[in-house]
């Protein structure tokens, strides 16, 4: 009994979520439909309402929205098209009313200024020409039927041209609005792959400079000694004064430039007792860095001069 309970509300709680889940999905975008709803209006030639939806739109997308600037170049086409017919009609009052509500919106459509100047100055110099006088008409014969319906039926055929051709402008805006979002996003996901290409590169030669430098500071550095030179002598006064501790010191120091630059060692000193003194304590400590290494020494007896050891590179000899 409680068993089936809880599957009763399990399968309940299932259907409710996946209902939801399948209102969220065929939810459409509230954005597009009120674009879609701008573009019926421009459509069926409701221009003052497509302009207070666009402007109520505005306040809802992002500054860089591109489609805000396609529906006023829209809008900037349509105001020139209805000065154009009224301009046609010989309305050049209306012509310039439409014309001034297509100026805000031409610098969204460049393409269109050549057609507006033009319009414009035939408006201007329209409406400055004296008026005619109008004449009264002769009345007009009552129209015999066959001349009423031939009448019609070209007003029948003109509108069906008008509608046909406002569908192929409606269609060709559509394609090239489809074609302008396609470059859009081909031209978006070039400049990502090259921004990936840049920050590979970047890090690449990051990893480079921190290569060099760990190479640079994984060279040995000299502590007593010029790499470069030939040979380069260290003195040793501390054994004129007995001092061990700093012979030892000093001896720490030499051992190492001696594994790191592969020295051979020429110990001068005053008495023979003293060669194998400081040899010992050298070899000591050379053995301590690097058991392997295999020190070369050489001694020098100057009873009249300091003592002192003379180390010489080997990758310099």
Known sequence: MNFNKTQSLATLALSLLLGQAHAEYWTPDEL???????????????????EQSLTALQQRTEKNDVRIEQYQRELAGAYLKQGQQQLAAQNPEAASQALAK???????APGLKGQYEQSLAASQGASGKPTAKATPAPAAKPASQPQVAAATETQRRSDVEQRLQQAEASLAQKEAERVRLQKLAEEQATAKREAAAAQAAKLAAAKAAAAAEAAAAAEPRARLIDPTASSSSVPMPMLDANDRDSLRTLLDAVAADVVAFDCAVRLQVREAKDYPFVAALLSARIKKLEPGFN???????????????????QSNS
């Open 295 to 313: 020190p070369q020494f050489s001694p020098v007896l100057k009873p009249d001069q300091e003592p002192r050891l003379v180390l010489s590179p």
């Open 102 to 108: 297509a100026k805000p919106y031409m610098a969204m």
């Open 32 to 50: 597009v439909t009120s674009f879609n709803g701008v573009s019926a209006q421009i459509s069926r030639g409701e221009l003052q309402a497509a």
